[in-house]
């Protein structure tokens, strides 16, 4: 698949995620074995790494501490299967986080790594930089 295609993939899977789009739209970028590491950060101290169904627990609790969100996209490159964006990401909390209130905003910048098996994400690695809350 040209590298082109997979970027644009990528930036429509990251505009689904930022516009709390339904679960089965998100979804549906996946293949079947999609798997999700998270390296360390403010919010994962220790990672973690999901499966598909860990993912979707993910995504459906984010919709609750998460008002709204945005993923500026700096950067987006491929190679071969891999494409990498560089986003930095800015949210209103739904509920209080660290000394932040709701309605405050929680911003990161993000290096997200995704791995395609055809037009379908496989493997996502995030290396998240949380600004300080």
């Keep these: 698949m040209p590298d082109q295609t997979l970027i644009d993939r990528a930036k429509s899977f990251v505009a689904a995620v930022a516009a709390g789009k339904p679960r089965d739209v998100v979804e549906s970028f996946y293949t079947d074995d999609v798997t999700q590491e998270v390296h360390p950060s403010l919010v994962a101290p220790n990672g ?5 169904i860990h993912m979707r627990a993910a995504y459906d609790r984010s919709r609750h501490i998460i008002r709204a969100q945005t993923y500026d996209v ?22 209080e986080v660290g000394r932040l209130k709701p309605g405050d ?4 910048r993000f290096a997200q790594f995704f791995e395609f098996r055809g037009d379908k994400i496989c493997r996502i690695r995030n290396y998240d930089c949380f600004d300080a809350f």
């Excluded at 973690?48 to 598909?52: E, L, P, T």
């Excluded at 891999?82 to 986003?87: A, G, L, Q, S, Y």
């Excluded at 990401?89 to 739904?94: C, D, F, G, H, Y």
């Excluded at 905003?105 to 990161?108: F, I, K, L, N, P």
Aim: no cysteine; hydrophobic share 60%; glycine share 4%.
């Design 74 to 95: 700096v950067n987006a490159f491929a190679s071969g299967n891999t494409v990498v964006i560089e986003v930095i990401w800015t949210a209103t909390m739904e509920v």
């Design 105 to 108: 905003t929680m911003r990161a």
């Design 48 to 52: 973690a790494v999901r499966d598909f």
